[in-house]
């Protein structure tokens, strides 16, 4: 995900730049670039590739100047190369914006910049930004901030932004979804996407909320809101060391990703549905309508979110899928043809046995796709198409946001593929389009203090279990398996996740009274059957955690504890209850002492056989 960092003071800002460029290298790039401010006028220096290849550009053409904005890519909108990296600026050099985030109009602005006359040099959405703020600026009578405010009226997305202007001696910031932290310093002022970047300069910061713009000069700084409306936010004191500021002030790696939910899944999704039209704009290079069957391949937790891919794909698109184990597909010889879609999914897009199975598919003539996070993996230069679920770097080996992300992911390919198909009314697509849009917000309410201490409670009661057993059925039935891979790899208890319906046929042989089972029983088609599956635990006497939709109390008498989610529609609804699984996992294994974010024997990447 994209770094920001800004200064105004009396040092020189490059180093400043470059220093706090290199704290943020962990939220992973593929370009970097700077702009300082000096006697009235802005130079941009940018490379393509790692942060030695931009030092050794300012090596030879050093940045002199006490104001400037740096930023690293992360690319979303265009190739990773020298002209998409940020800083951007208007053609004649006056203004220069970075942003974190995505623009979803910029087509559309783009258009009608280009109708009045604008040049642009990039084939990044944020460029339309400084264009947007230069005509501003004009109208205004010369003011920056009213400018950028009354710009970002007019888009839609997610930014972190900084612009700055070559006739005045100020950087004006704002945020909506993309996160952007203040320093306070004295008789000097930093702005950074994270605090890592700032902590060798200030301990004061300020955290800006969403829809926060500010005005950072030599004497201060102003906040405001979007409606230029003063407001005041507090000055914290921070007191992490290097470790815990990349954390975010977490305790651990995993806790932070289970947190940064709500901002994975709004990167996800962003720019990519249309509710008002019904539309889903992928920008997919394959023809939706040319496949018969399709084939997801995975191992783990990205094996566990196309299961749940295969029950969205085939219920709206109509069209057979077949999920496997990577390890598994590329030993069994296994039918491929060029009608054939061969999705492959992959957090770190390097793990071997999926790009094997991968490359096994290709050999059988299928057309194939990732649904992949990290930006370059091995798996994306093999690929036909990538569609990234841009999750932003995950540390914690026991993968969080990478599985809702993908599962989001999964989702907008089922739509995708069922609109093509016509086997979704515009009706339909409409009424799962804006349940997708609603998925931020509903699992921001799962992770609520209140919800997060009652699982805790939960998980704290059962931490010395030697077994767990984990149902679910339909759409869910994966979000159990994901519940129990969870809780075996951090906590080291025994887990076994099973479709509801299957536990008569054998795993309800360990049932008995010190065995835990958490049953998935949110609202949805199946609730009733799966209801009768919980008496049947009951009758042997386990002990029933139930997930119940808000409000069920009816069902909240089968169980020995609830756990209450947001009510979603069903169809996505795996994404939010697996917060509350995620938790439970989480809160035993750190009940146990387990290192949640280094679990013994596991791999982050797993690049061996
Ligand atoms: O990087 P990948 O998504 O290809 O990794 C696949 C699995 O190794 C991974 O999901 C693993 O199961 C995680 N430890 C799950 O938490």
Redesign the pocket.
Known sequence: MCGIVGYIGARQAQGVLVSGLAKLEYRGYDSAGVAILDHGSIQVRKKAGKLANLGAELAEHPLAGTLGIGHTRWATHGLPNDTNAHPHATEDGRIVIIHNGIIENYLSLKAELRARGHEFKSETDSEVLAHLIEEKYAQTGSDLYEAVRLSLGEVRGAYGIVVTHADHREIVAARTVSPLVMGVGEGEMFLASDVPALLPYTRRMVFLHDGDMVVLSDSGYRVTDLQGRAVTRQIDQIDWDAEAAEKGGFDTYMLKEIYEQPTALTNTLIGRLNDDSGEVNLDINLDPSSFKRISII?????YLAGLVGEYLIEQLARIPVEVDVASEYRYRDPLVSEHTLAIV???????ID?LEALREAKKGGAKTLGVINAKGSSMTRELDDTLYIHAGPEIG???TK?YTSMVGAMLMLALWLARARGTLSEAQAKELLSAARELPRLVEEALSPQRVAQIKVVAEKYAHARDYLFLGRGVNAPTALEGA??LK?ISYIHAEGYAAGEMKHGPIALIDENLPVVVVATQSRLLEKTISNVQEVRARAGKVILLLSDGDTENAQHADDVIYVPRSHEMVSPIVNVVALQLLSYFTATALGKDVDKPRN?A???TVE
């Open positions: 995975a191992c783990g937790t990205a999914i992959s957090q770190s897009g390097e793990t999926t080996v026991a993968s990478a891979l969870k790899e596991l982050k990447s797993v």
